[in-house]
């Protein structure tokens, strides 16, 4: 007997035995706490006797009778139908059998409707056999239905009769099903009599839950007990049985449950046994037998969609832990497809289950570096033209062209965009078609050469920060490569990929199919209308998180010159969906693979439950393109102020211009001091590497030769359409200019495939160690807020070293105030003549800047050469410097340097006893050697050039009387001579040759006035005094003193 009448539920399964037999289903539901018990879980169990039910016996009474017995009285209309009975008999012949019908020829039914005689002609096919059958017979049995009121029954199915010499019965289905299913029941009736542990297994709970032992011994004597009788007479093959109870309930409370701490795990309940509980006293002698392993699996007693959701919001409301951990439920696929099945989600208190971050907010910002440093030469470039006819032949000789400083990354970007407008759908329809006339493949060819040109631009992105430089690129880098491939090429200019680090997977044996993705999108509060994309995202085990931003800014020199080189986004992943992969890929119906939220919100969580915060985040501006930086001039200007020292100082006046000054430029100013111009212009950067030959070569091909090319190709495209013919001259123009410029992107994938990638100078060295007499500082613009103005700020850093005044920014109409001042450098700000702060978009229009060394001691710095560096992307992100590759130093620019001119001669007389280099003039007596060692201890700083020359004149002046003029008498004339000066620290009147002359002076001006002796004590020496430097090959003049005056009266050496 075959039952094809589906059951109430699924039979549970045992898993001692591959055929599932045992009847009993079960359902939970949930009670919640009262204040007189805890909640509880409701376990109903049913069994199913409709598997023992239907044609228990079959006998054929004699050659023309065959008896059917049911266990369930026949409805007759059914049972009496010659139709729902088809016999057939095997009859021998020719050597093999043959099927032959049996016609029935009249149905009885017995008065009780159990039993069903079929009277049949004759079945044997010998008649000296007729109350024999040796020959198989085969009963089918239509759709018999029976008198069960409360729920009828079908049977059908096929049974086949083999009798012999002796008549038999026939085993059926009904008996042996029962016998199967009481051996099943057994695994649990037994060890339960046997005092084994009851409980209910789940995935949810850390340990399982048991029964009570009287509860357990109830269930056995109640509900098993008869279940096993009714099995055992089934099997035995009785007819009428009394059926048992159907259903049973039992409960368990719910109390000190230990949840388990997996992120997501099936809710599945189900039976299971242990060993009976250890008696207390000592151990037993003999181990413990172990109870069969049961697997009856209980399903959700609820049906529908409302009774699901309230089912999972007592779970929920059951298993929440305020400050500890929630439970979600969602509903979701089968992990091994098909069907559905209940998902628990476990999330931490005040933590939702999106995407975890180990560190929110600090990414790894990955973006692509320049092809070359933006100014780069190449001679002798082979280029070869183009023929509307023909297209290009590369085969032909070419026409060779050098060039000096051009931007390979402008001609990039120009041949990315054009490349990038072919291949939107506003050409991709005109050159399918254009393929279809000309029996060309250009638009396969564009396909390919976007494909390769992605995976050559994707080994540009690295790691913006140095101190991220290590962070491996490879999961950025596919990832980009897939960006570039879905989007325009031209997004390697302005894309940033973010790459957020999750905490480590913890070890998991969970199949790939049970690891959840979570779908949806990154979006911020800051900036706003950002692109961001990503993919789903896997929960467990953690990966990296992938967010491509663009960046907001222009990327075109001198629009918003003073817009931050960063800018904040702050970002947060919403999840539309959490899926399940039971293959471990998506399935094509995204409903196949959703696991759906029954409740709309838990305890602690928002409406929207998948919300992860990723933190806020500055992401660099990079800087490509540079207006250029102009030197003007440089001034050496007489210091201000009317004292000795300022005659001895010179201020040098800097003026230089740029278009667009960009708060990430960095302009180093390095000054040389009293070398030649050809040494001071050795201390060079080192060379930046060129663009490799190949590259270069290619994009000056496509550069010189697309404006010849392109008239022949984009009106073509635009005029193609659905009427075009393919004998129209145009096609031809089409498919010729299309195929020249396919060729030269792919010899410039080719070319870029087979180069290593640029570095840029910063990587291929540092700067070298400045030289003795080189110092160095820089100057950077920016903003700060200053008096509820943003205003324009300069720094110049580092403080001024030993000898070097700190050098002043100034700019024309606006008084330089100094913001801040400390060991990092000065911060300069501006104020107009009414005292307003100038703010920094106020400052665009003002291109020139002028800064001034002031205060240089003229014997120290005799000769000035200042170069002047720009660096660009050092550092966009305060406190985080930029990767080498990042940053772009331009060639250095020397300030154009004007000849030497010697100071002004002073306007009043120089005292020389008031002269002190440590002090404030006062008189001092001392001997002629002693006044004149301390005039040129005075003149003379510790760090000059060691070659100095001198020359010096005196007269002795002394009044001769009141009124009238003095006379004056000359006593000294000495020619411009060499001093050899020893370098520093030695102090310059040490020097053998200076100290000799002054010693010389000394005795030879004493000798005089010994041998003259002046009559007026008032007399004094005056002297003319020029410092001439000796760098240069002829002396030029520096210092002029032409009143230098030294009393009589403050020496005290003479008589």
């Given at each position: 007997m075959?039952n094809?009448d589906?059951?109430?539920?699924?039979?549970?399964l045992?898993t001692?035995?591959?055929?599932?037999?045992?009847?009993?289903s079960?359902?939970?539901?949930?009670?919640p706490?009262?204040?007189?018990?805890?909640?509880?879980?409701?376990?109903?169990?049913?069994?199913?006797?409709?598997?023992y039910?239907?044609l228990?016996q079959?006998?054929a009474?004699?050659?023309?009778?065959?008896v059917?017995?049911?266990?369930?009285?026949?409805?007759?209309?059914?049972?009496?139908?010659?139709?729902?009975?088809?016999?057939?008999?095997?009859?021998?012949?020719?050597?093999?059998f043959?099927?032959e019908?049996?016609?029935?020829?009249?149905v009885?039914?017995?008065?009780?409707?159990?039993?069903?005689?079929?009277?049949?002609?004759?079945m044997?096919h010998?008649?000296?056999?007729?109350?024999?059958?040796?020959t198989?017979?085969t009963?089918?049995?239509?759709?018999?239905?029976?008198n069960?009121?409360?729920?009828?029954?079908?049977f059908?199915?096929v049974?086949e009769?083999?009798?012999?010499a002796?008549?038999?019965?026939?085993?059926?289905?009904v008996?042996?099903?029962?016998?199967?299913?009481r051996?099943?029941?057994?695994?649990l009736?037994?060890?339960?009599?046997?005092g084994?542990?009851?409980?209910v297994?789940?995935?949810l709970?850390?340990q399982?839950?048991?029964w009570?032992p009287?509860?357990?011994?109830?269930?056995?004597?109640?509900?098993?007990?008869?279940?096993?009788?009714?099995?055992?007479?089934?099997?035995?093959g009785k007819?009428?049985?009394?059926?048992?109870?159907l259903?049973y309930?039992?409960?368990?409370?719910?109390?000190?449950?230990?949840?388990?701490?997996?992120?997501?795990?099936?809710l599945?309940w189900?039976?299971?046994?242990?060993?009976?509980?250890p008696?207390?006293g000592?151990a037993p002698?003999?181990?413990?037998?172990?109870?069969p392993?049961?697997?009856?699996?209980?399903?959700?007693?609820?049906?529908?969609a409302?009774d699901?959701?309230?089912?999972?919001?007592?779970?929920?409301?059951?298993?929440?832990?305020?400050?500890?951990?929630?439970?979600?439920?969602a509903?979701?696929?089968?992990p091994?497809?098909?069907?559905?099945?209940?998902?628990?989600?476990?999330?931490?208190a005040?933590k939702?289950p999106?995407?975890?971050?180990?560190?929110?907010?600090?990414?790894?910002?990955?973006?692509?570096?320049?092809?070359?440093p933006?100014?780069?030469?190449?001679?002798?470039?082979?280029?070869?033209?183009?023929?509307?006819?023909?297209?290009?032949?590369?085969?032909?000789?070419?026409?060779h062209?050098?060039?000096?400083?051009?931007d390979?990354?402008?001609w990039?970007?120009?041949?990315?965009?054009?490349?990038?407008?072919?291949?939107?759908?506003?050409?991709?329809?005109?050159?399918?078609?254009?393929d279809?006339?000309a029996?060309?493949?250009?638009?396969?060819?564009?396909?390919?050469?976007?494909?390769?040109?992605?995976?050559?631009?994707?080994?540009?992105?690295?790691?913006?920060?140095?101190?991220?430089?290590?962070?491996?690129?490879?999961?950025a880098r596919?990832?980009?490569?897939?960006?570039?491939?879905?989007?325009?090429l031209?997004?390697?200019?302005?894309?940033?990929?973010?790459?957020?680090a999750?905490?480590?997977?913890?070890?998991?044996?969970?199949?790939?199919?049970?690891?959840?993705?979570?779908?949806?999108e990154?979006?911020?509060?800051?900036?706003?209308?950002?692109?961001l994309?990503?993919?789903?995202l896997?929960?467990?085990?953690?990966?990296?998180?992938?967010?491509?931003a663009?960046?907001?800014?222009?990327?075109?020199a001198?629009?918003?010159?003073h817009?931050a080189?960063?800018?904040?986004?702050e970002?947060a992943?919403t999840?539309?969906?959490?899926?399940?992969?039971?293959?471990?890929?998506?399935?094509a119906?995204?409903?196949a693979?959703?696991?759906?939220?029954?409740?709309?919100?838990?305890?602690?969580?928002?409406?929207?439950?998948?919300t992860s915060?990723?933190?806020?985040?500055?992401?660099?501006v990079?800087?490509?393109?540079f207006?250029?930086?102009?030197?003007i001039?440089?001034?050496?200007?007489?210091?201000?102020g009317?004292?000795?020292d300022?005659?001895?100082?010179?201020?040098?006046?800097?003026?230089y211009?740029?278009?667009?000054?960009?708060?990430?430029?960095?302009?180093?100013?390095?000054?040389a001091a009293?070398?030649?111009?050809?040494?001071?212009?050795?201390?060079?950067?080192?060379?930046?590497?060129?663009?490799?030959?190949?590259?270069?070569?290619?994009l000056?091909?496509?550069r010189?030769?697309?404006?010849?090319?392109?008239p022949?190709?984009?009106?073509?495209?635009?005029?193609?359409?659905?009427?075009?013919?393919?004998d129209q001259?145009?096609?031809?123009?089409?498919?010729v200019?299309?195929?020249?410029f396919?060729t030269?992107?792919?010899?410039?994938?080719?070319?870029?495939?087979g180069?290593?990638?640029?570095?840029s100078?910063a990587?291929?060295?540092?700067q070298?160690?400045a030289?003795?007499g080189?110092?160095?500082?820089?100057?950077?613009?920016?903003?700060?807020?200053?008096?509820?103005?943003?205003?324009?700020v300069?720094?110049?850093?580092?403080?001024?070293?030993?000898?070097?005044?700190m050098?002043?920014?100034?700019l024309?109409?606006?008084t330089?105030?100094?913001?801040?001042?400390d060991?990092?450098?000065?911060?300069?700000?501006f104020?107009?003549?009414?005292?307003?702060?100038?703010?920094?978009?106020?400052s665009?229009?003002?291109?020139?800047?002028?800064?001034t060394?002031p205060?240089?001691?003229?014997?120290?710095?005799q000769?000035?050469?200042?170069q002047?560096?720009?660096?660009?992307n050092?550092?966009l992100v305060?406190?985080?410097?930029s990767a080498?590759?990042?940053v772009?130093?331009?060639?250095?620019l020397?300030?154009?340097?004007?000849?030497?001119?010697?100071s002004?001669?002073?306007?009043?007389?120089?005292?020389?006893?008031?002269?002190?280099p440590?002090?404030?003039?006062?008189?001092t007596?001392?001997?002629?050697a002693g006044?004149?060692?301390?005039?040129?201890?005075?003149?003379?700083?510790?760090?000059?050039?060691p070659a100095?020359?001198?020359?010096?004149?005196?007269?002795?002046?002394?009044?001769l009387a009141?009124g009238?003029?003095?006379?004056t008498?000359p006593?000294?004339?000495?020619?411009?001579t060499?001093l050899?000066?020893?370098?520093?620290?030695?102090?310059?009147?040490a020097?053998?040759?200076?100290?000799?002359?002054?010693?010389?002076?000394?005795?030879?001006l004493?000798?005089?006035?010994?041998?003259?002796?002046?009559?007026?004590?008032?007399?004094?020496?005056?002297?003319?005094?020029?410092?001439?430097?000796g760098?240069?090959?002829?002396?030029q003049?520096?210092?002029?003193?032409?009143d230098?005056?030294?009393?009589?009266?403050?020496i005290?050496?003479l008589?």
């Open positions: 075959v094809n589906p059951p109430a539920a699924e039979p549970a045992l001692s035995l591959p055929v599932a037999a045992l009847p009993i079960a359902g939970w539901d949930l009670t706490a009262t204040d007189a018990q805890p909640a509880q879980l409701q376990v109903a169990l049913s069994f199913d006797h409709r598997p039910e239907g228990y079959l006998d009474a004699d050659g023309q009778h065959l059917a017995a049911f266990t369930l009285p026949l409805d007759p209309a059914s049972a009496l139908d010659p139709a729902n009975y088809t016999v057939t008999r095997r009859v021998p012949k020719g050597g093999t043959v099927i019908p049996v016609a029935v020829l009249a009885a039914l017995s008065p009780d409707q159990r039993v069903v005689t079929l009277t049949v002609t004759e044997s010998d008649l000296r056999y007729r109350q024999l059958i040796p198989p017979i009963v089918t049995l239509g759709a018999i239905q029976s069960y009121a409360a729920s009828p029954l079908t059908s199915g049974f009769l083999m009798y012999g002796v008549k038999m019965l026939v085993s059926l289905p008996a042996t099903r029962a016998a199967q299913a051996q099943q029941l057994a695994l009736l037994q060890p339960l009599g046997q084994a542990r009851l409980g297994a789940t995935g709970l850390q399982p839950l048991y009570e009287a509860r357990a011994t109830e269930l056995v004597e109640i509900w098993l007990v008869p279940l096993d009788k009714f099995l055992a007479d089934r099997a035995a007819a009428e049985v009394a059926t048992p109870f259903d309930s039992i409960e368990l409370p719910l109390t000190n449950l230990a949840v388990t701490d997996a992120p997501l795990v099936e599945t189900r039976l299971t046994l242990a060993p009976p509980a008696a207390p000592p002698q003999a181990p413990a037998h172990a109870s392993r049961l697997e009856v699996l209980i399903p959700p007693a609820a049906n529908t409302d699901l959701a309230a089912l999972a919001g007592k779970l929920e409301q059951l298993l929440y832990q305020p400050g500890q951990h929630e439970i979600r439920v509903l979701g696929p089968e091994a497809g098909g069907g559905q099945s209940l998902w628990g989600i476990r999330t931490e005040n939702r999106g995407h975890q971050l180990a560190e929110p907010g600090q990414p790894v910002v990955f973006a692509a570096a320049a092809l070359a933006p100014l780069s030469s190449a001679a002798d470039v082979p280029l070869y033209d183009f023929q509307p006819a023909t297209g290009i032949d590369f085969t032909r000789p070419a026409q062209v050098s060039f000096a400083q051009v390979v990354n402008e990039e970007r120009l041949v990315i965009d054009t490349f990038d407008a072919l291949t939107t759908p506003t050409y991709q329809a005109a050159i399918r078609r254009l279809e006339l029996g060309t493949s250009h638009e396969a060819t564009l396909r390919t050469n976007k494909d390769r040109w992605a995976g050559v631009l994707q080994h540009r992105l690295r790691p913006v920060f140095a101190a991220q430089a290590a962070t491996n690129p490879a999961a596919a990832a980009f490569r897939q960006h570039l491939g879905a989007g325009p031209g997004a390697v200019y302005r894309v940033a990929a973010l790459q957020f999750t905490p480590p997977a913890p070890t998991s044996t969970r199949p790939l199919g049970q690891v959840p993705h979570l779908v949806g990154v979006s911020q509060t800051e900036p706003a209308g950002q692109a994309t990503t993919p789903p896997p929960l467990a085990p953690a990966a990296p998180l992938l967010v491509f663009e960046s907001p800014a222009t990327d075109q001198g629009e918003q010159p817009s080189p960063f800018f904040d986004l970002l992943y999840g539309r969906q959490l899926e399940l992969w039971p293959g471990g890929e998506k399935p119906d995204p409903a693979a959703e696991l759906r939220f029954l409740t709309p919100a838990g305890q602690q969580w928002a409406a929207t439950p998948l915060n990723l933190g806020k985040c500055r992401v660099p990079f800087q490509h393109d207006r250029p930086l102009v030197l001039a440089q001034e050496m200007l007489p210091a201000a009317s004292t000795p300022a005659l001895l100082r010179r201020d040098c006046r800097l003026t211009q740029q278009d667009a000054h960009y708060p990430p430029q960095q302009l180093t100013f390095t000054v009293n070398m030649a111009a050809a040494e001071s212009q050795s201390q060079l950067l080192p060379a930046a590497p060129p663009v490799p030959a190949g590259v270069f070569a290619e000056a091909q496509l010189s030769v697309y404006p010849a090319l392109a022949n190709l984009l009106p073509v495209l635009a005029g193609i359409n659905a009427t075009t013919a393919a001259p145009a096609v031809t123009t089409g498919a200019a299309l195929g020249a396919n030269m992107i792919s010899r410039l994938v080719a070319a870029s495939e180069a290593a990638l640029v570095q100078p990587d291929a060295a540092g070298p160690p030289a003795p080189v110092t160095t500082f820089g100057l950077r613009e920016g903003t700060a807020p200053i008096d509820a103005v943003e205003a324009l300069i720094h110049v850093s580092p403080p001024a070293p030993v000898g070097l005044p050098p002043v920014v100034a024309e109409g606006y330089t105030q100094v913001h801040t001042a060991q990092e450098g000065t911060w300069y700000y104020q107009d003549a009414e005292g307003r702060v100038l703010a920094a978009a106020d665009l229009p003002l291109t020139q800047r002028v800064l060394l205060g240089l001691r003229i014997l120290a710095y000769s000035l050469q200042v002047v560096t720009a660096t660009y050092a550092e305060p406190g985080q410097a080498p590759a990042f772009y130093t331009a060639p250095p020397y300030f154009p340097t004007d000849s030497r001119q010697p002004d001669p002073p306007t009043e007389p120089l005292d020389i006893a008031t002269l002190r440590d002090g404030e003039p006062t008189h007596r001392r001997t002629l006044h004149l060692h301390q005039l040129f201890e005075y003149l003379l700083p510790p760090q000059m050039p100095l020359y001198l020359r010096l004149a005196g007269v002795y002046t002394s009044p009141p009238l003029p003095p006379v008498t006593v000294l004339q000495m020619p411009v060499l050899q000066l020893p370098p520093a620290p030695a102090h310059p009147t020097a053998p040759d200076l100290a000799r002359i002054i010693s010389e002076v000394a005795a030879g004493a000798a005089w006035y010994q041998q003259t002796r002046p009559e007026s004590a008032e007399g004094a020496f005056v002297f003319d005094l020029d410092l001439l430097s760098l240069g090959p002829q002396p003049p520096l210092l002029q003193l032409t230098l005056r030294l009393g009589v009266a403050d005290t050496d008589p």
